[in-house]
């Protein structure tokens, strides 16, 4: 289950001559070139959208690139901590989002696309935008802007552009309130709803002011909160050693978990049943959501402590991949299981293709661009041609024909099927992003500026 915010050296000059068909070159108004097979698929750089902040080098820091439910909107993270919003057909600037003289943290659009949400990355406040009209509609109060508030932005675990988090329903969205209290408003009169107090025990200011005057471990409280794909559940963690389960229709508390070892991370399984925590030793263990028992440990604690794993569900829930720079592994939602350790894996990143038959990885060596896997065996079934250099980032199309592989260097589009190259956009960069149909695709670029493409396959 992919997160859409999403958040890498020069491609070979030369790449052997069985790989790519007529190749030709395309020049659109912008004056960009995209090389693209003629028989397969076109690439055209439809526009240059300009002032757009990109990753930086900071672990876990990512950049915002996604889409609109009708994917007639791109949502970029801008210059100066702002949100910039574009018309996927024109190119269009069609509002740039701001949090008061803030930066913006985190953001979505609402289950319908008629909402968008901002967050601010001080005081966690959320903004409710109308799409239509770019009008402010709602803004929900967030964090006391005190000493520890600001102690905690400094050093959180969140990710720069995280979601917000809407109700399935688009009814409700969720924020933090207070170091442990999370508040379920409106949506979109923003008025609260109720409450969720986590009443964790450890303090995150004292923790965080020991780690920066004492040096060693860091840990400092960092809430953090979700629903499930049924809209029945909210989950809250906060850093320390416990996950609470809350009913999403009257604030009850449905479970409260107890781990030993500090959680960081977490999410729902896609059918609602169970929680994935993540610890800061990058230990996961799952937790059946109705009782609070533990199924299973997922992955084992690693050697470096505060160096998390990532994780993705397959579209259907029933396996999960993990992964870091040593290997990826599949497993088993239902048991926790280990079914395959894929040999020869290493890499930072791994997505399911969209009917969960096929695993591709990306590559932390130079010997291959990208790996495509049987999840079912655990077979290697291809491995891409090697292009120079490591692969970042892995990502599928709607419909699973084309891999996408990026880096700080490149963009390459290939056959998920046979692995042939379909498209080397040398202009482009990580991160990268597929519309829901698979016609339109945006991507990083050089020199603050993203690239948004025209993809249109050829029969």
Request: proline share 4%; no cysteine.
């Amino acid at each position: 289950m992919r997160n859409s915010l999403v958040y890498r050296p020069v491609f070979a000059a030369v790449l052997a001559a069985t790989m790519i068909a007529n190749v030709v070159f395309a020049q659109d108004q912008t004056a960009v070139n995209s090389i693209q097979s003629s028989d397969k698929l076109t690439v055209t750089l439809k526009a240059k959208l300009p002032d757009y902040r990109g990753p930086s080098r900071f672990v876990g820091r990512k950049a915002l690139i996604t889409f609109s439910p009708d994917g007639t909107l791109a949502a970029m993270s801008g210059k100066g901590g702002t949100i910039t919003i574009w018309d996927t057909e024109t190119g269009q600037l069609k509002a740039t989002l701001k949090n008061g003289k803030d930066e913006v943290s985190g953001f979505s659009f609402s289950p319908d696309g008629r909402l968008a949400a901002t967050r601010d990355y001080l005081d966690k406040s959320v903004r409710l935008w109308d799409v239509g009209t770019w009008q402010l509609k709602a803004t929900i109060p967030g964090r006391k802007r005190n000493l520890e508030t600001r102690i905690k932005s400094g050093f959180s675990f969140e990710e720069e552009f995280g979601p917000v988090p809407f109700s399935p329903d688009g009814g409700s969205v969720l924020v933090e309130r207070e170091d442990d209290v999370v508040t379920v408003a409106d949506v979109p009169s923003g008025q609260e709803r109720m409450t969720l107090k986590h009443e964790t025990r450890d303090s995150g200011a004292k923790e965080t002011a020991k780690a920066v005057l004492l040096g060693g471990s860091r840990h400092f409280l960092a809430l953090q909160t979700g629903y499930s794909a049924d809209g029945k559940w909210i989950f809250t963690i906060n850093g320390d050693k416990s996950a609470k389960i809350w009913d999403a229709t009257d604030g009850r508390l449905k479970t409260n978990i107890t781990n030993n070892e500090r959680i960081y991370r977490a999410s729902f399984t896609p059918d609602s049943s169970a929680l994935l925590t993540i610890e800061q030793e990058g230990g996961m263990k799952l937790w059946e959501v109705e009782t609070g028992m533990r199924l299973g440990q997922v992955a084992p604690k690693g050697l470096l402590e505060g160096y998390i794993k990532g994780f993705e569900f397959s579209p259907a829930g029933r396996t999960i991949a993990t992964f870091t720079a040593g290997d990826t592994r599949l497993w088993n939602v239902e048991t926790a299981e280990l079914l395959f350790k894929l040999p020869k894996s290493e890499g930072t990143d791994a997505s399911f293709s969209p009917d969960g038959h096929w695993l591709a990885t990306a590559s932390n060596d130079k010997q291959t661009a990208g790996k495509l896997w049987n999840v079912e065996t655990g077979e290697l079934k291809l491995a891409l041609p090697p292009i120079g250099y490591k692969t970042s980032s892995v990502v599928f199309n709607a419909d699973g024909t084309i891999l996408a592989t990026s880096n700080d260097q490149g963009v390459m589009l290939w056959d998920a099927q046979t692995g042939t190259l379909l498209a080397r956009l040398d202009a482009a960069r990580y991160p990268v992003a597929f519309s829901r149909d698979g016609r339109t695709l945006v991507t990083g670029g050089r020199n603050d500026t993203a690239l948004l493409w025209r993809v249109e396959a050829k029969v």
